[in-house]
């Protein structure tokens, strides 16, 4: 998976305090061949300090694509989603809620802050690793996404 935008890897922050799921993340893409760095934080603080590069994460790339946990520790996601969608300099970058909640308060309120996406994980290995098949698919094959702003890395 290789954005047009020069050939660098696609950069992927997965914001996900379960190691479970980091671990089942990691190995469907790497099963799926995808060219991409999947950087990983586990709360709501340490995702904003990777996206604005404080506080430990200076060198930190810009990322292409935000997989986004609602149930975090110390911020739920909506609360990140909030953040990232109200910066001039974040808000294009797709956010993907992908969470075990299949609540409909959770979808309402996720599409209410901008995300643009929201999936729930499935259980079974193999269907996850489907759904990241497709999320893949779908953002960095099917859908055009806007240049970088003026001053964007």
């Given at each position: ?57 200076e ?44 609540a ?8 209410e ?41």
């Amino acid at each position: 998976m290789t954005l047009d935008r020069s050939g660098d890897p696609v950069e992927i922050l997965l914001v996900e305090d379960n190691p479970g799921d980091v671990r089942l993340t990691e190995e469907a893409l790497k099963e799926l061949r995808i060219t991409n760095e999947l950087h990983v934080v586990t709360d709501g603080p340490d995702a904003l300090d990777f996206l604005f590069e404080r506080d430990g994460y200076e060198s930190a790339p810009a990322i292409d694509l935000v997989l986004l946990d609602l149930n975090l520790p110390r911020m739920d996601g909506i609360e990140v989603l909030k953040e990232i969608k109200s910066d001039p300099d974040l808000k294009r970058t797709p956010v993907i809620i992908l969470t075990s909640s299949s609540a409909e308060e959770d979808v309402v309120r996720s599409y209410e802050n901008y995300t643009n996406a929201y999936v729930t994980k499935p259980v079974d290995p193999n269907q996850f690793v489907d759904v990241i098949r497709s999320l893949e698919e779908f953002w960095f094959t099917i859908v055009r996404s806007p240049p970088p702003r003026d001053g964007d890395r």
